[in-house]
């Protein structure tokens, strides 16, 4: 019982009102009673209501009426319809309008009782998934794609242009770019909001279940079959469907999915009937699908249909001057995630940070800042705390290289990215050790970064 619970009793039999507030005030509700519906509304407008149980047939406005205008104002507040003149039709309409339930006239307090617990479990549960959809629309809101920098802007306004229509969209971008996170962004802003965003890797399932997980089956359509499955897009159906990695989906997948998407329609593996779909199609790759359809890996007519508005996200490489505001972002959440007291990092640890050496982009930035969260001692992070990827020690390196059998190519950058290290970042006191020019230096990184695999 939610002992807490606010409850409005309408009815303008004053004696039924009375009686009916009593006994729920003995069961430790608050309980407000109204005998009118113009009354009844006015009361829930202006105070918190969790349920409101009302008579159907009453002068001014009557429970059917009262009923529909409070779930315009408040939809999680929760109704019961109680009449002395019960049908099956004004049943079901009350149903169909949102009433929780419908109680005809003579009914026992036990009824009423265990009815009220009921709605306040439903209504308690209907609260909680209105806050982790505010939760996910909130974490998902554009205000949430950390970027300051020229084409991060430029990428705001297109996802904000974009999330108002029904285009199919294709997101290009390198791994840990963050594809999926404004995938999200584009359906939680959008007016399939309400309805759900199902993602899917098509490099995560084997090719001959992949067909499976997308357009269902029926029993006995394949061994092990026991049962009938819905596909995702089944369970997509009025959202988004999200096709991470379309790039390495196999051909002849590709030509159901055209037809899927041409035809608005579907039809699960093993069945000869089809089912209509209203899903919109968010892809994401790593790869240049013109190339690869150049070399007959990927359909050129799918491509057109899902190229209609591309989106493609930068390297964290070439957005270096996001690198701060990111750090800023994980350090405030995993320092919170962990408890930490951490309260900033040097100016010569982000210096270190702001070199182009991201190859796995914004996920690898994290992962460097979760793990020096964790693992420092200080107050505030230093050079010491910040493990770049791929980096070795001065002292590490002639045996790594003997190791390895490196290249004289590559015995030099490994030095040069030790001795910058070493300095903190310092360009200038680097090329002094190294006993070239600070031009010198930056050609040689330039050409390193380049060409680095």
Same mark, same amino acid.
């Given at each position: ?64 009426? =009262?009923? @529909? ?89 297109? !996802? ?58 029926? @029993? ?37 999915? =055209?037809?899927?998407?041409?035809d608005r329609e579907i039809r699960p593996v093993g069945s000869i009937e089809t089912a209509k779909i209203d899903v919109r199609i968010i892809a994401a790759t790593n790869k240049n699908l ?34 701060? !505001? ?23 640890? =982000? ?28 107050? !505030? ?15 590490? =390196? ?43 230096l930056y050609r040689k990184e330039k050409d390193f970064f380049k060409n680095k695999p």
């Open positions: 019982m939610v002992v807490t619970a606010e409850i409005l009793v309408v009815d303008d039999d004053k004696e039924m009102g009375e009686l009916l507030k009593d006994f729920l005030k003995k069961e430790g509700f608050r309980v407000h009673l109204e005998n009118t519906g113009k009354n009844a509304l006015a009361w829930v407008k202006e105070n918190e209501v969790d349920l409101v149980i009302t008579d159907i047939k009453m002068p001014d406005m009557n429970g059917m009426q =009262l009923l @529909k205008e409070i779930k315009k104002i408040k939809s999680c507040t929760q109704v019961i319809m109680i009449t002395a003149f019960g049908s099956i039709e004004s049943a079901i309409e009350a149903l169909k309008e949102g009433a929780y339930h419908y109680i005809t006239k003579p009914f026992k307090m036990n009824e009423i009782l265990i009815t009220v617990n009921k709605a306040l479990e439903k209504k308690s549960l209907e609260q909680e998934n209105v806050h982790l959809r505010s939760e996910v629309e909130r974490k998902y809101s554009f205000e949430n794609i950390i970027g300051k920098s020229k084409v991060m802007q430029r990428i705001f306004d297109l !996802i904000k242009t974009v999330s108002c229509n029904n285009s199919n969209i294709i997101i290009y971008g390198e791994s840990g770019t963050g594809k999926e996170l404004v995938a999200k962004a584009i359906h939680y802003n959008s007016l399939r909001r309400e309805n759900p965003f199902v993602p899917i890797n098509c490099t995560a399932i084997p090719e001959g279940l992949l067909e499976s997980e997308l357009f269902g089956h029926v @029993k006995g359509a394949f061994t092990g079959a026991i049962g009938s499955k819905k596909g995702l897009f089944e369970k997509a159906d009025g959202g988004t469907l999200f096709l991470d990695e379309i790039g390495d989906m196999g051909l002849g997948l590709q030509g159901k999915l =055209l037809r899927a998407i041409q013109l190339e690869e359809i150049e070399q007959k890996r990927f359909r050129e007519d799918l491509y057109y249909r899902l190229n209609v508005i591309p989106i493609h996200l930068p390297s964290l490489n070439e957005k270096l001057e996001d690198i701060p !505001i990111l750090v800023e972002h994980f350090l405030s959440k995993h320092k919170k995630d962990y408890g930490r007291e951490i309260k900033g990092i040097s100016k010569e640890a =982000l210096n270190l940070l702001m070199r182009p050496i991201w190859r796995g982009n914004v996920r690898e930035l994290e992962n460097v800042i979760e793990r020096a969260v964790v693992l420092s001692s200080n107050e !505030i992070l230093n050079v010491e705390d910040i493990p770049l990827p791929g980096e070795t020690k001065l002292e590490d =390196l002639l045996p790594a290289s003997l190791a390895k059998h490196m290249t004289l190519e590559e015995f030099e950058n490994q030095y040069i990215s030790a001795i910058l290290k070493e300095v903190n970042g310092n360009k200038q006191l680097a090329a002094e050790i190294l006993g070239i020019s600070c031009r010198t």
